[in-house]
């Protein structure tokens, strides 16, 4: 019998298929997007060593109820104790995805006093793959939170769960109810492997650009490479251009290129130039141990034996930013033969790179 959250109740108690799927109906009514869960129910699953969880009254906050999880320790792996909440619906590359759920921290044994709740939408079974990672600090009173994310992943119905992590900090956190909601296709999916996909985007550029413009910022076709990677169009609308190339790599390789990204320059360089790189990029999910993601980039020729310059590694953070990188060109690339290489495998990541600017500025 499923533990139901009334709305506006104040408590949670058992109750028939009947009256859940009428209260349901009407509580998807009221909502935007599509229900991918049922927030009228509490049966999540709780996993992890040493944890405790239980019910409890919430007669402040909508449904009432909330799920009590204590994580006796703080573990670098987060996920180690968690919460999984079943998805009804599964996910489909470009989908894009809003979580809004109660949680307040009853105590936490952290620097602010906040509790750390990592969240995460992924398939529930190895490998786990999954998507829209994000950690966030929570208070001790009640409130809505919110998190937003874009499918890059095909995940089965029956087979998609929410995870929430909560072993970051040694903490006692209350969950309360929760709305999974399908907000539409926002994103035009690539293909694994693929070159950026069949349809064409032109973004918006300045009309004033200083220096001799040496690619084309309207274009995001980019060829993407690299085994087991996937890539998908994105819409960007906070940034300019309002679009980004999405791509995961799966591992990390000691050879970042071995999934890279190539943007293509449509005039030539000649040898001593001041050549500047300005390109949007965040990072969207990082295995790595400050959390932000790998980027490197080179100039170089677009066949073997792929000779280049201006090698460089970026540490890129979860926030939009338009970085600027400047170097000095030590060859000639000719028009329609040069790229600038974007390399993704220095980490088991999942980053975004929005319009790109590769400007000569030699004065």
């Known amino acids: 019998m ?9 408590f949670a108690l058992p109750g028939d298929a009947a009256a859940d799927e009428a209260a349901l109906a009407a509580l998807q009514a009221q909502l935007p997007g599509k229900l ?70 009853v105590s936490a044994d952290t620097p602010d006093g906040k509790g750390k709740l990592g969240l995460r939408l992924q398939l ?8 829209g990672d994000t950690m966030l600090a929570i208070g001790p009173e009640w409130k809505m939170y919110e998190a937003k994310a874009q499918a890059s992943i095909s995940v089965d119905p029956g087979k998609a769960v929410l995870g929430f992590q909560v072993a970051a900090a040694k903490q006692v956190v209350e969950i309360g109810q929760i709305f999974v909601l399908d907000m539409g296709m926002k994103a035009m999916a690539a293909a694994p492997g693929g070159g950026g996909g069949a349809t064409a985007i032109r973004m918006p550029v300045p009309e004033r650009l200083p220096g001799v413009l040496l690619n084309d910022p309207a274009s995001i076709d ?11 169009k994105v819409q960007t609308p906070d940034i300019g251009g309002g679009y ?21 320059l449509v005039t030539a360089i000649a040898a001593d130039r001041d050549i500047t790189v300005a390109f949007w990029a965040r990072t969207v999910s990082a295995d790595t141990p400050d959390g932000m993601g790998r980027i490197g980039l080179r100039m170089q020729e677009n066949a073997a034996p792929y000779a280049g310059f ?4 970026l540490s890129v953070g ?21 790229v600038l290489g974007f390399q993704i495998a220095g ?17």
Do not use: C
Not at 222 to 232: D, E, K, L, M, R
Not at 244 to 264: D, L
């Open 244 to 264: 980004a190339m999405r791509i995961s790599s799966p591992v990390a390789n000691e050879k970042p290129y071995n999934i890279g990204v190539s943007v293509p």
């Open 2 to 10: 499923a533990f139901v959250l009334l709305a506006g109740s104040g």
């Open 36 to 105: 991918m869960n049922d927030p009228t129910v509490l049966d999540w699953t709780v996993y992890g060593q040493g944890q405790k969880n239980k019910r409890v009254k919430t007669p402040g906050i909508g449904g009432g109820a909330a799920l009590q999880v204590t994580s006796p320790v703080a573990s670098d792996a987060a996920h180690n104790i968690g919460v999984n909440v079943p998805l009804k619906a599964g996910f489909t590359p470009g989908q894009a995805i809003t979580v809004a759920f109660w949680a307040r921290t």
């Open 318 to 338: 979860p926030d939009w930013k338009l970085h600027q990188v400047k170097m000095r060109s030590s060859m000639a690339l000719d028009a329609g033969k040069g």
């Open 310 to 313: 201006g090698d460089g590694m």
């Open 347 to 363: 980490a088991k990541q999942v980053v975004e790179i929005g319009q790109v600017y590769v400007l000569d500025l030699t004065k």
């Open 222 to 232: 980019w060829p993407v490479y690299g085994a087991g990677q996937t890539n998908a």
């Open 124 to 131: 529930n079974e190895a490998p786990y793959s999954g998507f």
